[in-house]
């Protein structure tokens, strides 16, 4: 089902990954624990400005900073919408 959101100008839309449940060792890591992910996969991108054309595109898969980015929750699913300029490297 396509989303019914665009981003605009040089936002970008994005879905986290899960944040991991376990460590290496076999530890259960308890909710209040987890880190917030730093690797989402983009789900929709905007046109870019006039000076500077989108460099992501949709299904890439992206790091961010910690904290970039705005969180919504769309059609159930949780989402951050950021700025390109929020995103680290494409992997």
Do not use: C, F, W
Not at 28 to 49: C, L, R
């Amino acid at each position: 089902m396509a989303l019914k959101i665009k981003p605009l100008a040089d936002r970008v839309l994005i879905e986290p990954e899960a944040a991991e449940t376990k460590t290496a060792s076999g530890i259960i890591i308890p909710d209040n624990a987890k880190e917030k992910p730093q690797q989402g996969k983009v789900m929709a991108a905007g046109k870019g400005t006039k000076d500077e054309p989108m460099t992501v595109k949709i299904g890439d898969t992206v790091l961010y900073g910690k904290y970039a980015g705005t969180e919504l929750k769309l059609e159930g699913k949780d989402y951050l919408i950021m700025h390109e300029s929020d995103i680290l490297a494409i992997v």
